[in-house]
Each structure stands twice: as C-alpha cells, then as structure tokens.
C-alpha cells in the first residue's frame, strides 16, 4: 500500500518496476561449473531479455547475477528482504517506483 500511495505523489499511478528478465536457478553444481561460480559463490542465470525492457542492451543471456542492491542472490534465484525471510530476486526492482535505478549490479558476464 505504502509503494502504491507513494507512486501517486505525482497524480498518477505509473505502476511496478520490473527487470525485464527470465531467470534460471543454478542449484546444480554442474551448472554453476558450466559457469565458472565458485563453490562459495551464488546466483541466477539470465536465459531470457524482454525487447524494450531496462535489462535489454545492459544485461546479456548467459550472465550470471550475483548481487542486486547490495543483496546475495541465492542459487534459487532468491534475496533476503527481511530476516531469516527470502523473496524472488525481483523484488528489489518491484519496491521501486519507476524511474527509480537498482543501486548495484554485480554480474559474472559470460
């Protein structure tokens, strides 16, 4: 309620922000070998970009994210976004108001 009464600040309603990816988890091992992780590292595996979307031109399929906001992403493509709780990466992007950039990006580019 908070995001939605905050996005009408300006008179209108814009809507949810959102990556404009496809994700793939990389929970097996050989998979996060195919992609050069390391056993401590974790992450998800960009397989797809929506045309016109923030990500197309930035990001590329194959890459891997490993942060976003400063939050580990999990080999099932999941942050922490309040203690002990875990949520879809998305929802970094989906707290923001549109216009709004993701603070950090960390990425293994393939």
């Known amino acids: 309620m908070q995001h939605f009464l905050r996005d009408l600040d300006d008179g209108r309603c814009d809507g ?8 793939q988890k990389m929970e097996n ?5 195919r992609y050069r992780l390391s056993p401590e590292q974790t992450g998800a ?3 797809r970009i929506y ?3 923030f990500a197309q031109g930035r990001l590329a399929i194959g890459d891997v994210v490993l ?11 999941t942050i922490e976004f309040r203690p002990a709780e875990r ?3 998305g929802y970094a992007a989906q707290k923001k108001q ?9 990425l293994m580019s393939h």
């Open 51 to 53: 045309p016109g979307s």
């Open 87 to 89: 949520t879809f990466l």
């Open 29 to 33: 091992p050989d998979l996060r070998r």
């Open 98 to 106: 549109l216009g709004e950039v993701v603070a950090s990006l960390r």
């Open 16 to 23: 949810t922000p959102d990556l404009g990816i496809t994700m």
């Open 67 to 77: 942060q976003i906001d400063g939050k580990a992403i999990e080999n099932d493509g």
């Open 45 to 47: 595996l960009i397989s």
